[in-house]
T-cell receptor, first 116, second 110 residues
């Protein structure tokens, strides 16, 4: 399967703990995105990478959140000192970059985080 | 700052066409209309997009009005597997982000 892969699929953690999620995009895609989705809402944009450069961060991404994409391949999203409000589905997506032309994004299945 | 308006829910009979409306009255000339869907517990899936001409692919058809202020996604022969939340998104040509609203929950009934 050559789609976007996210691990783990589910994570339960205690409040105050740190968690890290991994995303493996489609191999030839140089754009990578993180979104967050809470129950009953559509996904909300968190951050965007083009290759290894993080080019935009949403104001939703507090100081406790950090994302990396070393070498422009896989990406990690870390949440430090988790809070109950961080409970959500974290979605990763990737797309190719074809100049200025928009292309569709391919999403992974997401990581569901529950903070207890 | 939602740019689209969709009904919160709709039902559809299996085997019949499902017509999903979307209003985007403030759309600008550089903005495309995208449709994604999200089946329960999965990530969103791209369906189709268009600028001003009608578009068709293996999944659906997209009909955009001449003034571009509204559009309709048509699933020609709905199946139970089409039950999902459908998102209509207006996206600038140069923008890489997708701004999802609450979408339309479509339930296909046998």
């Amino acid at each position: 399967d050559t789609g976007v892969s996210q691990n783990p699929r589910h994570k339960i953690t205690k409040r105050g703990q740190n968690v890290t999620f991994r995303c493996d995009p489609i191999s030839e895609h140089n754009r990578l995105y993180w979104y967050r989705q809470t129950l009953g809402q559509g996904p909300e944009f968190l951050t965007y990478f083009q290759n290894e450069a993080q080019l935009e961060k949403s104001r939703l991404l507090s100081d406790r959140f950090s994302a990396e994409r070393p070498k422009g391949s896989f990406s990690t999203l870390e949440i430090q000192r988790t809070e109950q409000g961080d409970s959500a589905m974290y979605l990763c997506a990737s797309s190719p970059y074809l100049g200025l032309q928009n292309t569709e994004a391919f999403f992974g299945q997401g990581t569901r985080l529950t903070v207890v | 700052d939602a740019k689209t308006t969709q009904p919160p829910s709709m039902d559809c009979a299996e085997g019949r066409a499902a017509n999903l409306p979307c209003n985007h009255s403030t759309i600008s000339g550089n903005e495309y209309v995208y449709w994604y869907r999200q089946i329960h517990s999965q990530g969103p899936q791209y369906i189709i997009h268009g600028l001003k001409n009608n578009e068709t692919n293996e999944m659906a058809s997209l009909i955009i009005t001449e003034d571009r202020k509204s559009s309709t996604l048509i699933l020609p022969h709905a199946t139970l597997r089409d039950t999902a939340v459908y998102y209509c998104i207006v996206r600038d040509y140069n923008d890489y982000k997708l701004s999802f609203g609450a979408g339309t929950t479509v339930t296909v009934r046998a």
